[in-house]
């Protein structure tokens, strides 16, 4: 129960600084990193409570995760790029604006699909399966969460 508890509290953190991040200003590059870098830590603590690692396998599992987690940073920043895209167009928004926010949105997905399907790969010559296979859990749904927070930013339109 203690560890479902921590992990509530992180994804509560990590779903405050994901809002906050998708709300800041062009000028706020530095507050962008401080913010990824804060929901990176968040996130990283409730991945590593969560799988339950020999101290071997954090051994092999660190640096492939920490190496994940810098390609997920530049994702999480495009994916910002894109809500903030929609936020500048919403109530004056064109066709092309709206085609070249779709194109953006659906390449950030499917881009986070391949580079959590690459590290599973990297992942399974260091981990047996059943951890991966956690692993890959844990991540879609704290991503799950992630974007059910930023979901509550954006209008329907």
Excluded: C, H
Excluded at 58 to 80: C, H, S, W
């Amino acid at each position: 129960m203690k560890k479902i508890l921590l992990a509530l509290a992180a994804v509560a953190a990590i779903g405050a600084a994901q809002t906050t991040l998708a709300q800041t200003g062009p000028n706020s590059r530095d507050q962008t990193e401080l913010l990824l870098s804060q929901i990176q830590a968040d996130k990283r603590a409730v991945v590593f409570e969560a799988m339950d690692l020999t101290d071997a396998e954090v051994a092999k599992f660190t640096p492939i995760y920490d190496e994940y987690q810098n390609e997920m940073k530049g994702l999480m920043t495009r994916g910002t790029e894109v809500v903030n895209k929609f936020a500048d167009n919403y109530g004056s928004m064109t066709d092309d604006a709206a085609k070249s926010i779709l194109n953006d949105f659906f390449k950030v997905r499917d881009d986070r699909v391949a580079i959590m399907k690459k590290y599973a790969k990297k992942m399974e010559k260091a981990l047996p399966p059943s951890k991966v296979l956690r692993w890959v859990q844990v991540e879609n749904k704290l991503n799950a969460l992630l974007d059910f927070e930023a979901a509550k930013i954006v209008p329907l339109t």
